[in-house]
């Protein structure tokens, strides 16, 4: 019998380094992890482990032989059942071009009322777990080298029958949101009043 195990790691990474310059790449280590499974109470013939990265940028990566990369995957194997090698633990480093963005807290209210439509105030908590900058954030910089992994919006799905949209944070109303009235939804492309980068968070508001 064959069997495809699929898992999904989203915030097992580390800042590789824990600073960087603004204009550097965003690295991120993958490590201790065993592409052999060892469980006593499992008979495996063969097996073997692939990691489909998020970029193909990989500055390391311990191989364990047999082993190969190809674009954006690694793979590990395959190792038959006798054969197993001594040593099977592995660390990869890559570019994760993408914000580490963290939800830290989500609070939606509803208000009903018998008179008016539905209010919906949904109060949001994001931190960006990045790697921080050595010198600062520079707007300057920012617009000559915009990179992918600063949070500059953040996209909302809303119920088609939603308008009276707004956007607010602890400064007040923010003006920058656009929002395209489709016919099964309302997208929303919401951009903060700050970009959003590695150690920085936000707290904002977004109602309708």
């Known amino acids: 019998t064959s069997v495809e195990v699929y898992e999904v790691y989203s915030m097992d990474f580390e800042n590789i380094p824990g600073e960087i310059y603004q204009s550097e790449r965003q690295m991120v280590g993958f490590t201790n992890f065993d592409v052999v499974v060892s469980d006593p109470s499992l ?46 633990t592995v660390t990869i480093i890559v570019e994760h071009p993408e914000p580490l963005l963290v939800i830290e807290k989500v609070v939606r209210e509803v208000t009903v009322s018998s008179w008016n439509d539905i209010e919906v105030e949904e109060h949001y908590h994001i931190r960006n777990v990045g790697p921080t900058f050595k010198d600062g954030f520079s707007r300057v910089e920012y617009s000559r080298n915009p990179k992918a992994y600063i949070a500059n919006d953040f996209s909302l799905v809303l119920p088609k029958e939603a308008h009276s949209l707004f956007f607010i944070d602890v400064l007040g109303n923010i003006t920058t949101s656009n929002a395209r009235f489709e016919h099964e939804k309302v997208t929303v492309e919401a951009v903060p009043r700050f970009p959003l980068v590695g150690g920085w968070q936000t707290h904002f508001t977004f109602g309708y």
């Not at 495996?44 to 998020?54: A, H, I, M, S, W």
């Not at 364990?64 to 001594?86: R, T």
């Open 43 to 88: 008979d495996v013939n063969e097996q073997t482990t692939k990691f489909y990265l998020p970029s193909t940028t990989v500055d390391y990566f311990t191989e364990v032989k047999p082993a190969n990369k190809v674009g954006s995957e690694i793979v590990y194997g395959p190792y038959k059942k006798g054969s197993n090698p001594d040593r099977s």
